[in-house]
């Protein structure tokens, strides 16, 4: 059992080593898949839907429904398109056990990553939205003195989002290991049932939270 993401390979470039773990490759994969799948997904789209439009117009509605219900219509073009590739990337790697590999993100490198991005558009966001000179100016409210601690609370947003993530996955990932290590032998029928929750509801629940939370990050920020 490791806790550190798996190496695969190093390269040398620019007089720096830079290592390629398996989290960055499943990254690479998936997001080669998303690229592929989504113009094979929406071509030839039709007036009357087909079985593959039908389910296509399912996942389109459910984040136009989470965005929409949460930060009304006005959000809908510009914030959909984030949230949905965002929730659709993170679901497929939270459920990458369930073909043989640990999941991407029980790499803390990963979740952090994904919380800074998502950090980054509900600040940006709240800059549209207020200006850069009322952006600034939330950090004063209610009152100057709590400067440091608006800060802290923007700062806690990121680390929430990463570490929630993160530890989610990772004891999952740890639990399916040391139950592999005590069957031995046996290990082909216990775990499947472990691998369908702990990598297909769990990690479909911590998607919907990652994607919820970023959500209503954003909802409180338009609202200060």
């Given at each position: 059992?490791?806790?550190?993401?798996?190496?695969?390979?190093?390269?040398?470039?620019?007089?720096?080593?830079?290592?390629?773990?398996?989290?960055?490759?499943?990254?690479?994969?998936?997001?080669?898949?998303?690229?592929?799948?989504?113009?094979?997904?929406?071509?030839?789209?039709?007036?009357?839907?087909?079985?593959?439009?039908?389910?296509?117009?399912?996942?389109?509605?459910?984040?136009?429904?989470?965005?929409?219900?949460?930060?009304?219509?006005?959000?809908?073009?510009?914030?959909?398109?984030?949230?949905?590739?965002?929730?659709?990337?993170?679901?497929?790697?939270?459920?990458?056990?369930?073909?043989?590999?640990?999941?991407?993100?029980?790499?803390?490198?990963?979740?952090?990553?994904?919380?800074?991005?998502?950090?980054?558009?509900?600040?940006?966001?709240?800059?549209?939205?207020?200006?850069?000179?009322?952006?600034?100016?939330?950090?004063?409210?209610?009152?100057?003195?709590?400067?440091?601690?608006?800060?802290?609370?923007?700062?806690?947003?990121?680390?929430?989002?990463?570490?929630?993530?993160?530890?989610?996955?990772?004891?999952?990932?740890?639990?399916?290991?040391?139950t592999y290590m005590a069957m031995g032998h046996f290990a082909f029928i216990l775990p499947v049932p472990l691998h369908f929750f702990f990598d297909l509801f769990v990690g479909v629940i911590q998607t919907y939270v990652f994607i919820m939370l970023t959500i209503i990050f954003t909802k409180t920020t338009v609202e200060e």
């Amino acid at each position: 059992m490791h806790l550190s993401p798996k190496e695969v390979f190093e390269f040398t470039a620019f007089n720096h080593t830079i290592v390629v773990t398996m989290s960055v490759i499943l990254q690479w994969i998936i997001m080669a898949v998303i690229i592929v799948s989504v113009p094979l997904l929406t071509r030839n789209l039709g007036k009357i839907p087909s079985k593959r439009q039908t389910v296509v117009e399912m996942v389109v509605n459910l984040f136009n429904g989470l965005v929409c219900s949460n930060l009304g219509n006005a959000y809908k073009r510009r914030f959909v398109p984030f949230i949905g590739t965002l929730g659709i990337f993170i679901l497929m790697m939270n459920v990458t056990g369930l073909v043989g590999f640990a999941p991407a993100t029980e790499d803390l490198n990963v979740t952090v990553m994904l919380a800074l991005i998502a950090a980054f558009v509900i600040n940006a966001n709240s800059v549209v939205n207020h200006g850069l000179g009322g952006y600034l100016h939330s950090y004063l409210k209610p009152f100057p003195f709590m400067l440091p601690m608006n800060i802290i609370e923007k700062l806690t947003i990121p680390l929430s989002l990463s570490l929630r993530l993160f530890i989610n996955m990772l004891v999952g990932v740890i639990f399916i290991e040391l139950t592999y290590m005590a069957m031995g032998h046996f290990a082909f029928i216990l775990p499947v049932p472990l691998h369908f929750f702990f990598d297909l509801f769990v990690g479909v629940i911590q998607t919907y939270v990652f994607i919820m939370l970023t959500i209503i990050f954003t909802k409180t920020t338009v609202e200060e």
